[in-house]
């Protein structure tokens, strides 16, 4: 019950912030001269876009918090390399801003996507190699085909 506590708090906490936001935004009055993007899209799009995800990924997450409480061990193992997992996902996100600029996208994505799974225990190769590329093409279709960003 402890762990389902927890999860349903900082859950709670990720969709408060996320409504907030969504509430500030709609609540301030809008510029007269609102810019738009090259793509059309206006200045609110991506932060509407991020913060209804973050609230379906709440939801999600609060959902599969229940679920896997109802149908789990009474008392899970805990994870003895969390806090390397923990520096090594903090670590490889400050590289990948570091190198945004001056690396491709795409290839950026598929190693850091990489490098990622590795630190958090897959150790097959064609699994890694399927995921980096593969996460690298959506993010690529996502952010550069759809929504026009230039990366």
């Known amino acids: 019950m402890r762990d389902l506590a927890k999860e349903l708090v900082v859950t709670g906490l990720l969709a408060t912030i ?8 709609h609540a301030t009055e809008r510029p007269v001269l ?17 913060g209804g995800l973050l609230l379906l990924l709440c939801l999600i997450n609060a959902g599969k ?3 896997l409480h109802k149908t789990s061990a009474p008392a899970p193992v805990k994870e003895k390399k969390a806090a390397f997992r923990a520096v090594a996902t903090i670590f490889l996100l400050f590289l990948f801003v570091s190198l945004l600029g ?13 490098l990622l799974f590795f630190a958090y225990g897959k150790r097959k ?3 890694i190699a399927c995921i980096g590329l593969g996460g690298a093409a959506v993010l690529h279709l996502i952010f550069v085909t759809a929504l026009g960003l230039r990366l």
């Open 65 to 67: 918090a229940v679920w």
């Open 34 to 50: 609102s810019f738009q993007y090259s793509s059309g899209l206006s200045f609110s799009t991506l932060p509407n876009l991020y």
């Open 125 to 127: 190769p064609l699994q």
């Open 102 to 114: 001056k690396m491709p996208f795409a290839a950026l994505c598929a190693v850091f996507l990489c």
């Open 18 to 25: 996320a409504a907030t936001c969504l509430a500030s935004m």
